[in-house]
Each structure stands twice: as C-alpha cells, then as structure tokens.
C-alpha cells in the first residue's frame, strides 16, 4: 500500500462512535423527511386508498359481487388511513431517505468510492417507486383476479340426492289429497314453485375487510420496491470488487434459488401469485445487473 493510499485510509476511517453518531444524523434527518412526506399524504388519504383499492375493486365488479370493502372494529378505518399515509410518504420521500441511506454507507468509503452514491441514489430512488407502480397496476389486479374468481370453484352441493335427505323423505308422510268440492274446476291449483338450483349458488362469498387488504397491498409495494434494487446491488458490489462478474455468472442457479427463498419471505402469506410475480421481475433484475456491470466503465487500478 502506497503512502498515498495510508494517507487516504486514515481520512477515510472512522471510530464506532462516529459509525453511530453518522448513523443516528442519517436516521433523524430521514425521519424528517418522512414526517414531511407523512403530512403531505394526509391531505390525499382518500385518493390514495382509493387508488389502492381500484384492482380489488375491479375484479369485484367482474364478478358481479359487492364492490365495498368491510371494517370489523370502530377505529379500523382511522387506523387504516393512517397506515396509508404512513407507507405512501415512504414512497413519496424514497429520494430522500435512499439519499440518507446511501449517505451513511458512503462514510465508510473511500473518495474515489463516494461518488457512486450520487450516481445511485436516483437510480435508487426510481427503481423504488417502480417496483410499488408495477405492483399495482400489473401484479395486483392478476393477484385479486385470480382470487375472487377462485371462490367460485366452491359451489354449494346438491343436497336433495342424499342419503339423509332421502331417509327424512321416506318417513315423513305422504300430504293427504284434498276433497275436491262441486266448483273446484273454477279454482284451479296454483302452479308448484319451482326451487333454486343449489348448483348455482357459491359456497363462498368474500367478505374483505379494509385493514387486510391495504396491509396485504402495502407489504407488497414494500417488497417489490426492495426487490427492484437488485441491479444496483449487483453493480455496485462489482464496482468495489467484492464480487467478480464471472463469480455473478457462474452462480446464477444459487441466486435463482435464494432469489425463491427471498420471494416467499417477502411476500404476505401463502401467496404462489404474488411469490413468482416477485421472483421472476428480481431474476431478470440480477441478469440487468450482470449486464450493466460489464458495460460499466472499469475503474483504474491507479484509482483503487
């Protein structure tokens, strides 16, 4: 190591007390930004739950069910609001807090190195809200199609070909034929009503509640928002050479499996939909990063 090198080093370096005191600076100054972002939503909560509720919405109206959704307890909807305002200002102020995040891992990099984090806040940030948008407008009206239409698999049987229906008809007594008096062909009987088909009617009937299905959404933008930062993740460890291109290449299937693995966690629930909706985006996203990483502009040994 050049002397050089050593004089950048002990700049550079930083005791864990100044990690924490950065670290704290960062979070407040996020929070900030946040709290902000969280007062603005407050004024638009209704669009917003709105906007959120239009693919559930939709495939209700599809299939010809109530397009209301249910609150189970007094302060549901209130708490609801607020949650949506809280994760809508996350959204809103991502530049801002991915800045703050990118910030505090710039400090323990070298000078050469900090400057990636101009280049990839932006980046950072849009990849961000486009992982939510992706969400809402391709993933969720497939993910609440699918389900409302499923609940029609379940139909109410057919209950007068049973056997215990069969053993209550027998031993109930034949209806006893009405005397007919002089004038009964001036009143004649009225025709037997005919019965609906249990066939036809569903067994199952969705009844959604706000607060599971806006916590259900809301996970969801968080999740595919995290995902799509996939080839900034992988650029960045090959800019800094902690991971070579070629070792990207060559455990392509580890990363399909772990990519898998990360789906389902991320996801809410025992969702397939939603599970491969995430994990097919975020395997091409790590394909997208192995690309941008070899038309990269290399760094020059002299400046590592």
């Not at 609801?80 to 807090?97: E, L, N």
């Not at 990363?255 to 025992?270: H, K, R």
């Amino acid at each position: 190591m050049t002397d050089k090198e050593n004089h950048l080093l002990e700049n550079t370096r930083m005791s864990f007390g100044d990690h924490l005191e950065e670290l704290r600076s960062r979070l407040i100054k996020a929070l900030c930004g946040l709290l902000v972002g969280f007062a603005f939503c407050l004024f638009f909560g209704q669009e917003i739950i709105g906007y959120l509720s239009q693919p559930l919405l939709i495939a209700l109206q599809e299939s010809g069910l109530d397009t209301r959704l249910y609150i189970m307890s007094l302060p549901e909807a209130f708490l609801t609001y607020i949650k949506v305002c809280i994760y809508a200002g996350i959204f809103i102020t991502s530049p801002w807090i991915f800045y703050q995040l990118w910030g505090f891992v710039a400090a323990g990099l070298y000078p050469h190195e900090k400057r990636y984090v101009h280049i990839f806040v932006p980046f950072s940030a849009a990849l961000f809200v486009l992982g939510g948008i992706f969400l809402i407008w391709i993933v969720a009206p497939l993910t609440c199609n699918f389900f409302i239409k499923f609940c029609y698999k379940f139909s109410t049987p057919d209950t007068t070909h049973s056997f215990l229906f069969q053993e209550e008809a027998e031993g109930t007594p034949a209806p006893q034929s009405p005397v007919q008096s002089p004038n009964a062909s001036a009143n004649p009987p009225s025709p037997p009503v005919a019965s609906a088909r249990p066939e036809e009617t569903p067994l199952v009937k969705p009844m959604i509640t706000l607060q599971k299905y806006v916590s259900f959404i809301l996970l969801l933008a968080v999740a595919f928002g995290l995902s799509f930062q996939m080839p900034l993740v992988v650029l960045l460890l090959g800019q800094l050479h902690i991971v070579e291109i070629k070792t990207f290449r060559k455990i392509r299937k580890y990363a399909l499996f772990a990519i898998v693995i990360a789906a389902a966690l991320l996801t809410p629930g025992p969702d397939v939909i939603s599970q491969v909706a995430l994990a097919v985006p975020m395997y091409l996203l790590y394909e997208l990063g192995i690309v941008l990483l070899q038309f990269w502009p290399k760094r020059k040994a002299s400046s590592q």
